[in-house]
């Protein structure tokens, strides 16, 4: 299964962005009955966990994005997202996202740049 991340862009401070990632040649129940999770990674900085949807839709964020962000998940679509709101200069990264195993193809990720 490989990760595909889209919806990245330049956006300014308190804006908002909407990423998409699919599982691409995942079938249903492979995508449906696992967690899956966004990250984020800044030049010289390990990948920080951002968001977690679990299988029944419950949902975990890190501090630094609560309120802010809310990740879903389509799963006829194996595609998950992360509605990105009152973004800040701080959120500026190359966002990723994979199954919490972390098994999976990783994707190319998608750079989100947020100005001040």
């Known amino acids: 299964v490989q990760m595909v991340e889209s919806g990245g862009g330049l956006v300014q401070a308190g804006g908002s962005l909407r990423l998409s990632c699919v599982a691409s040649?995942?079938?249903?129940?492979?995508?449906?009955?696992?967690?899956m999770v966004w990250y984020r990674q800044t030049p010289g900085r390990e990948r920080e966990l951002v968001a977690i949807?679990?299988?029944?839709?419950?949902?975990t964020y890190a501090d630094s994005v609560k309120g802010r962000f809310t990740i879903s998940r389509n799963n006829s679509k194996r595609t998950f997202y992360l509605q990105m709101n009152s973004l800040k200069p701080e959120d500026t990264a190359v966002y990723f996202c994979?199954?919490?195993?972390?098994?999976?193809?990783w994707g190319q990720g998608t750079q989100v740049t947020v100005s001040s």
């Open positions: 994979n199954r919490r195993n972390n098994d999976w193809s």
């Open positions: 949807i679990n299988t029944d839709e419950s949902t």
């Open positions: 040649r995942s079938i249903f129940s492979e995508f449906a009955f696992n967690p």
